[in-house]
């Protein structure tokens, strides 16, 4: 076939299906001649606009749009080849994980059936041996139970008699204890009296002690103020006695008789103030 606009014409029948499916591509290549065959069709319409002011389209539009069909079709069935073929790479991969865990996990069962064999083992040989002992023990266990209810029985019976007694001796303890109580009680109460009179005797002695030591430091101080008093009794008189000498000399009788007089009575005064 000649080559037209660059791609060789192939036949319709030749082209695949979609994704490899025979038929398919004969279905689109019948639908599209019959679009661009069709009077409404998309590509009469172009034609038949484009034929107002450009050239009108050849007779090899068909065959181009055959191969370009053809190109897409192959593309697709690609691409999904490519896409299944990924799938299943990844479906393989998984299987042999699968298989990995299902080596792991026959592995693991059979590891746990060893170690069931072995506790049935241990079991028949073991664990029997052991129930059998057991068993002995507590028929055993149950003859002492019986001798030790028999036992309990008659414990009851002494446990009732010392409680009785011990219901007389306690009522006993409690009337001495109340009698001790109220004996303490009423050592406390004069204890705590003898405490009272003991602390308010100290602090009279120290009252005392404490007056005492006022009243001889009051002694103490009187005998130094009349001292005091006796000195500057002494020295007044001393005075007036020199100024009555003094006015005896320089004043006339008259003068000196007043005188004497006012001096006789500011001694008097002074006496009784003494």
């Excluded at 060789?8 to 695949?16: D, H, I, K, L, N």
């Excluded at 591509?25 to 019948?30: L, P, Q, T, V, Y």
């Excluded at 055959?66 to 299943?88: G, P």
């Excluded at 001393?238 to 000498?245: A, E, S, V």
Aim: charged share 30%; with cysteine.
């Amino acid at each position: 076939t000649a080559p037209t606009g660059g791609y060789p014409q192939e036949p319709v029948g030749a082209v695949p299906g979609g994704g490899g499916y025979p038929g398919s591509g004969n279905a689109r290549a019948s639908k599209l001649s019959n679009s661009t065959s069709a009077p409404g069709g998309h590509l009469g319409e172009t034609s038949a606009s484009s034929s107002l002011g450009t050239q009108s389209v050849g007779p090899t539009t068909g065959p181009v749009l055959r191969k370009k069909l053809f190109d897409q079709n192959v593309s697709d069935w690609a691409a999904r080849y490519r896409k299944n073929k990924q799938n299943l790479d990844a479906t393989s991969r998984d299987c042999d994980i699968l298989r990995g865990d299902a080596a792991k996990l026959q592995a693991e069962v059979d590891e746990k059936a060893e170690r069931y064999q072995q506790l049935e083992d241990r079991f028949r040989n073991e664990c029997m041996a052991k129930y059998a002992e057991t068993k002995g023990n507590l028929e055993v266990a149950m003859q002492q139970k019986a001798q030790l209810t028999a036992d309990l029985s008659e414990n009851r019976k002494q446990k009732s008699q010392h409680t009785r007694e011990k219901k007389l001796l306690t009522a006993d303890y409690e009337r001495k204890h109340a009698e001790l109580a109220r004996g303490a009680e009423a050592r406390d109460r004069l204890e705590s009296q003898l405490a009272m009179f003991t602390q308010q005797l100290n602090q009279v002695t120290d009252e005392r002690k404490r007056l005492e030591r006022e009243l001889d430091l009051v002694q103490h101080n009187l005998r130094q103020h009349t001292e005091l008093a006796d000195e500057a009794h002494n020295e007044m008189q001393r005075t007036c006695y020199g100024i009555k000498d003094s006015v005896d000399n320089h004043l006339t009788p008259s003068v000196r008789l007043d005188a004497s007089y006012a001096d006789q009575e500011a001694v008097e005064e002074e006496n009784m103030m003494g």
